[in-house]
């Protein structure tokens, strides 16, 4: 919910115009960082369902709920309620637009994203655009894939573990590669994300599974040092790299290390999907009614994005995440013997 609400922050002065919130010549640039720790805590966590029940159609239809409801939930609302509503367009003309209908189509797909509708948000200041957070959902769908194909090989058995480990270096080499070769800023895309930020944020993801599979030691100690060294340094290609590992590595221990004091129930977290995938709809509607203030706009959209996230979570991903009991074996009574 930290995060979610953080990548509200990460674009309210873009979103009224004002350019930036953080300096771009700092090295540690918010929203890459967060997206970061999202991937590394998925591929963690991920990786745990599945050694948790390590059975393939259970593991795909789980996943299946987890991420796709709230992406369709928001689709069709962007196109049947807030576009209509805003459009410059006649209402009748905006429908009978097929973009309208791709706009639904291709984010209920995930995997050919469509980010503008007819006439919605032109005048804003970031034009067009109706929930640019969504992009990343594609990429935390490939980042499923290949985590199943790797799991469907038996890289979590201890003989195969290795092959996650070939999967990050693989990663890490392309993402090197991408990163130092001149003009790769326009590396063309896959499935309509780009390949440099794809490849990124596949290496927290590899990262978190490899964490997850490892011993590795979750030391705060380390994460605080590494995080101290990081901003330390400029905003250089190698920053860039260093980042991805100090932010996942650290995202984790943060988690695994948790305050009880300041734990909460799970009822005030729950619905952060449902504010990050809500949040940038929200951030434009305010922009088109005349909010100019970064921080204005933070602090309405955070708070009308946590009330979405938090309906979204009980009409929406917790109802569709019950349908896994529907596929998950229940658990043998054994009689114990006399």
């Not at 769908?141 to 199943?148: D, H, K, P, R």
């Not at 996230?309 to 054994?334: C, D, I």
Request: aromatic share 12%.
């Amino acid at each position: 919910m930290i995060g979610a609400l953080l990548v509200i922050y990460g674009h309210s002065s873009p979103l009224v115009g004002n350019g930036e919130l953080i300096p771009p010549e700092w090295p540690v640039q918010l929203d890459d960082g967060l997206l970061m720790g999202f991937f590394a805590m998925s591929g963690f966590q991920v990786t745990e369902s599945w050694l948790r029940d390590p059975h393939a159609g259970r593991f795909a239809v789980k996943r299946t709920l987890r991420l796709w409801p709230p992406m369709l939930t928001v689709s069709l609302a962007a196109a049947l309620i807030v576009g209509p509503l805003v459009t410059a367009r006649p209402t009748s003309e905006y429908f009978a637009d097929r973009d309208t209908w791709g706009y639904v189509l291709n984010n209920a797909g995930m995997l050919t994203l469509q980010h503008d509708l007819p006439g919605v948000f032109l005048d804003n200041p970031w034009p067009a655009a109706v929930n640019g957070s969504l992009w990343t959902l594609p990429m935390e769908l490939i980042a499923y894939a290949g985590l199943f194909t790797l799991l469907i090989l038996g890289v979590a058995k201890a003989r195969w573990r290795w092959l996650s480990l070939v999967a990050l270096l693989a990663l890490v080499a392309v993402d090197r590669r991408l990163d130092h070769v001149a003009g790769t800023e326009d590396a063309g895309s896959l499935l309509s994300v780009p390949v440099e930020s794809l490849i990124a944020f596949l290496v927290a993801f590899a990262l978190g599974v490899v964490l997850n599979l490892y011993p590795v030691p979750l030391s705060p100690t380390a994460a605080v040092f590494g995080i101290a060294a990081f901003a330390a340094m400029p905003n250089t290609e190698a920053g860039s790299f260093l980042m991805t590992f100090v932010v996942s590595y650290a995202v984790i221990v943060a988690a695994h290390y948790w305050p009880a004091r300041i734990q909460v129930s799970g009822t005030w977290v729950n619905g952060s999907y449902g504010v990050y995938v809500w949040g940038f709809l929200v951030q434009q509607l305010l922009a088109m009614a005349g909010v100019r203030n970064e921080w204005l706009m933070l602090a309405c959209a955070a708070s009308i994005a946590y009330v979405l996230g938090a309906l979204s979570w009980a009409f929406v991903e917790e109802p569709t995440m019950r349908l896994r009991h529907y596929v998950t074996p229940k658990p043998q009574n054994r009689r114990e013997p006399f």
